[in-house]
Structures are given as structure tokens and as C-alpha cells.
Nanobody, 128 residues
Framework: QLQLVESGGGLVQPGGSLRLSCAAS????????IGWFRQAPGKEREGVSC????????NYADSVEGRFTMSRDYAKNTVYLQLNSLKPEDTAVYYC?????????????????????WGQGTQVTVSS
């Protein structure tokens, strides 16, 4: 059945980079918009980035704009989040998510209520 698995997290120094992956099994991502969210210790879950079903539109939170880049590979049924110029405040568990039924053409949004299927998360820690 439907499954999302995140990977690529780890411990890096401030200014470093990571590439997170979200691989889908049991269904196709090609008609779905996809979001990345994160949750830091003691804080509420927040939207980080999303990409439209066609890959032509992306949105980013103000806190990561210019540092993070989202992309997708239809052949591999996988989406990616490139994290550059990392800061300690980026430390969090990062989750990818999709909506199983809703189709948004040419756009995406970072409202958590738009997503109903979530991966288990991958830990990103930024520390000197």
C-alpha cells in the first residue's frame, strides 16, 4: 500500500549541506503535489517547501527561501530537498507528505491540512 520513506538526514556544521530524499512505494507521485514539513523540539510543525504535480511551481517558507531547493524525479518516483547554508535553527525532523485524492493543477500550498499521507521523518541536526 501507499508508503513514503524519507532519507538523507544527518549531523552537519553550520553552513553545510544535505540532500533529503522522499521515495514513494505502492503508488505513483506523478499526478500529486508534494510537501516538505519540519518539526523542531518544543515547536509546532511548519511547512518548508512544496512542489506542484507538474514540477513547474514551488513554494518556500520565508525562513528557507534562497537556501533550500525542491525537485522531483518522475522516473524514480522520488522527490528531493536540497538544504544549503544550514543554520542551527534548521534542526528538526523533516517529513514529506501528499494528498491521496486532491489534485491541484499548476500550484501547491504549505497548509498542513491539505496533506493526508505522511512519511516517518528524517532527522537533520545542525551544530558546531
Amino acid at each position: 500500500q501507499l508508503q513514503l520513506v524519507e532519507s538523507g538526514g544527518g549531523l552537519v556544521q553550520p553552513g553545510g549541506s544535505l540532500r533529503l530524499s522522499c521515495a514513494a512505494s505502492g503508488f505513483s507521485l506523478n499526478s500529486k503535489f508534494i510537501g516538505w514539513f519540519r518539526q523542531a523540539p518544543g515547536k509546532e510543525r511548519e511547512g518548508v517547501s512544496c512542489i506542484s504535480s507538474g514540477g513547474g511551481s514551488t513554494n518556500y517558507a520565508d525562513s528557507v527561501e534562497g537556501r533550500f531547493t525542491m525537485s522531483r524525479d518522475y522516473a524514480k518516483n522520488t522527490v528531493y530537498l536540497q538544504l544549503n547554508s544550514l543554520k542551527p535553527e534548521d534542526t528538526a525532523v523533516y517529513y514529506c507528505a501528499v494528498n491521496r485524492e486532491l489534485r491541484l493543477v499548476g500550484l501547491c500550498a504549505l497548509n498542513s491540512g491539505l496533506y493526508d499521507s505522511w512519511g516517518q521523518g528524517t532527522q537533520v541536526t545542525v551544530s558546531s
